[in-house]
């Protein structure tokens, strides 16, 4: 290290008290509910290269700690004293936007005429125009359906608003002047950041402060590699699905083989699907981004507290993300639902890891992470108010040795709850339920946190609802060690009555004021054999509402009548349950449910690898088409209009295979005729 160690962690606090309170004016000063409430923001300080050496601990979105401002700096050239540049462009930041909605300021900072570090901070905007209100369809199939794109330039020249760029953003976005208050408490907080890195730097001096900066990126690397130690050597492989491509029924499939060697670790996504006509690729430039390794940071942090938090964290892991594939696609590929894939990315990774070492990790989270947003019309003006309802997830996978969290989870940002009373403050309609779900998480000795209920009831007409980033309705949340899967997603309209109908995932719906929906987000997975759950806890968690007295007995094999526990027959359910077990049989490491168990029967790990492999070598357009006609060819009811239950929709599984081996065969075929053209 350059500085004397004790003056490091002096250095490090200090930095990370200016990214604070940076966030702490961001959010004060904010307009909107994105930001003032669910905490969808993120502010930090970074190197003079664009990498993240001071960031808040416990404000704003957590996840983004390895971006990288540089790509975007590069491309505006001749950056002076009081220029600010702006950017929500997933391809030319090269992945610092990850979808449009998200507008990135950077501030270089100057010392005697040098850049001596950059302010950074972003916001989720309420609206960047495009297709729908909010700007995010998991329908839009390339990304100038999403709104405006913003290349990398400045929003302020040596401290003089340019106001021909906020004209053009007025112009392309349906509630400009809430949005703008944004930006403003954005410029804001740069201007904090600035002015404490001046008096640091008055203080300390510049090489000081400079100094400051690598040796805190190696004081990271190097506790981070000491945890990464935990993990064996050797290499490991998982793959997670997603429900659905939106345009067919057809899974989205990620892979992840973790190597590990002496705590240096390898991702590798080879054998993931290729992208998609969707908004669920994520924009990564191929890159280490920090949704391929967010659970990674999870684990480092969690075993080891006085880690500072900066890019250095990441320095002893190496991805390879192919080009072309969900995690890389070439640019034009629609992104904006890219949280979702990111969900299901990091759980593959969470398995891998748990593959390599049992116990190290929870298992599944419900892996949703839905903004319910609301458009409510104003009859006077014709004008569209847009607004979140709230931010709704499920709950966390249990864990060796604890119980899940319960209608919370934090695995993909740490995003708050929005007070019902601030969001019907802006709205007319009313929220009619918000509680834990029950039975929702997976049993197990350890119990999968309970997802949520979430209903509104419609007050006006030409009235909205959008809910992105709708998953698991097909594919559980995996349990661990035989833990149980966790419950399924539902979105249901008008429940308990006569009218009452499941909607599916949503994307856009139009209900009737009078009407209610009702989200029900799914549970995390269960960890260990749920014979082995004490009795009193299965007693206490229907006491309280977590689980019902039939889930109760159908799970746990725990009797309760009339509220009271019947333990004679609690006791003569579960000995017979064990009678019936195989004891040869191996307690399996993942409990995946009748779906996946049905979907992996048909679709193994090496027929997947060599399918996407086959696909990746055709055009980037016509990947999907013969993706999507493959699997109709094999599973056709796929095809079919409606929901389809995934253990069933595979029907005779010999059949299945035969059908399968004719569409590789001719696949292989026409790729052979290719080579030889």
């Not at 083989?257 to 990564?284: C, E, M, R």
């Not at 490491?589 to 679709?603: I, K, Q, T, V």
Request: glycine share 10%; net charge negative; charged share 25%.
């Amino acid at each position: 290290m350059r500085l004397d160690p004790v003056l490091v962690e002096i250095m490090s606090h200090k930095v990370t008290a200016i990214a604070e309170e940076m966030a702490i004016a961001l959010q004060r000063t904010a307009r909107t509910t994105y930001v003032k409430e669910a905490g969808d923001f993120g502010t930090a300080l970074a190197t003079p290269d664009g990498h993240f050496f001071a960031y808040p601990k416990v404000m704003g979105v957590s996840g983004f700690l390895d971006s990288n401002v540089g790509p975007t700096l590069s491309r505006v050239p001749d950056l002076r004293p009081g220029d600010v540049v702006i950017t929500n462009h997933a391809y030319l930041s090269e992945g610092l936007a990850t979808h449009m909605p998200d507008l990135h300021l950077i501030r270089p900072i100057f010392h005697d005429g040098t850049i001596v570090c950059h302010a950074w901070d972003f916001i989720h905007s309420a609206d960047i125009g495009g297709g729908v209100p909010s700007s995010i369809s998991p329908r839009f199939s390339d990304n100038f359906q999403e709104g405006l794109q913003i290349p990398p330039l400045k929003l302020v020249k040596e401290g003089v608003m340019n106001e021909d760029v906020l004209a053009l953003y007025r112009a392309n976005c349906r509630t400009p002047e809430v949005n703008l208050g944004d930006i403003k408490a954005m410029l804001s907080a740069l201007l904090v950041g600035e002015r404490r890195v001046k008096q640091l730097i008055a203080l300390h001096g510049v090489q000081t402060f400079l100094d400051a900066q690598a040796d805190l990126g190696e004081v990271a690397a190097q506790k981070a590699l000491a945890v990464q130690k935990m993990i064996p050597d050797g290499s490991w492989t998982f793959w997670d699905l997603m429900d659905d491509d939106y345009n067919s029924k057809v899974p989205i499939r990620v892979r992840c083989t973790l190597t590990a060697k002496d705590g240096h670790i390898h991702l590798d996504f080879t054998g993931s699907d290729p992208q998609v006509l969707s908004a669920y690729n994520i924009p990564t430039g191929g890159h280490r981004h920090p949704w391929l390794t967010l659970k990674l940071m999870h684990f480092i942090f969690s075993h080891d507290k006085t880690i500072p938090l900066n890019h250095g964290i990441f320095e002893n892991i190496t991805v390879n993300a192919p080009r072309g594939s969900v995690m890389n696609p070439a640019p034009g590929a629609a992104v904006g639902i890219r949280s979702a894939t990111a969900i299901r990315l990091n759980e593959a990774l969470v398995g891998a890891m748990s593959s390599a070492k049992p116990g190290v990790m929870p298992a599944a989270s419900g892996g949703i992470m839905i903004p319910a947003v609301l458009v409510e019309e104003d009859e006077r003006t014709g004008d569209r108010r847009v607004m979140v309802l709230q931010s709704l997830v499920g709950g966390t996978g249990a864990r060796d040795g604890a119980d899940g969290v319960d209608g919370r989870d934090s695995s993909l940002a740490n995003q708050r709850n929005t007070p019902m009373e601030k969001t019907e403050e802006e709205a007319e309609a009313i929220i009619t339920e918000y509680a834990l779900r029950p039975d929702s998480g997976g049993a197990g000795m350890w119990r999968g946190g309970t997802g949520v209920v979430f209903q509104v009831k419609i007050a006006k007409a030409g009235s909205a609802v959008l809910g992105r980033g709708m998953e698991r309705f097909v594919f559980r949340p995996w349990g661990m060690a035989g833990g149980l899967p966790g419950e399924k997603a539902r979105v249901v309209l008008n429940l308990g009555t006569p009218d009452e109908r499941d909607l599916g995932k949503l994307d856009i719906f139009h209900p009737e004021p009078g009407d209610t929906v009702t989200i029900m987000t799914p549970g995390g997975g269960g960890y260990g054999d749920p014979l082995e759950r004490p009795i009193a806890m299965v007693v206490e968690d229907v006491r309280l509402g977590y689980v019902t007295p039939d889930a109760a007995c159908r799970d746990y094999g725990v009797v309760i009548i009339d509220g009271e526990l019947d333990e004679a027959e609690t006791e003569s359910e579960r000995a017979s349950r064990r009678a019936d077990r195989d004891d040869d049989e191996p307690v399996a490491a993942f409990g995946f449910g009748p779906e996946r168990a049905a979907w992996d029967a048909l679709f193994d790990d090496a027929t997947m690898v060599e399918l996407n492999a086959a696909l990746m070598a055709l055009s980037p357009g016509h990947r999907p088409l013969r993706r999507r006609a493959l699997f109709e060819a094999v599973v056709p009811r796929l095809a079919e209009a409606g929901p389809v239950p995934m253990d069933e929709v595979i029907g005779d599984l010999s059949a299945a295979r035969a059908r399968l081996d004719t569409e590789m065969n001719k696949l292989r075929a026409a790729l052979s005729a290719t080579d030889a053209a």
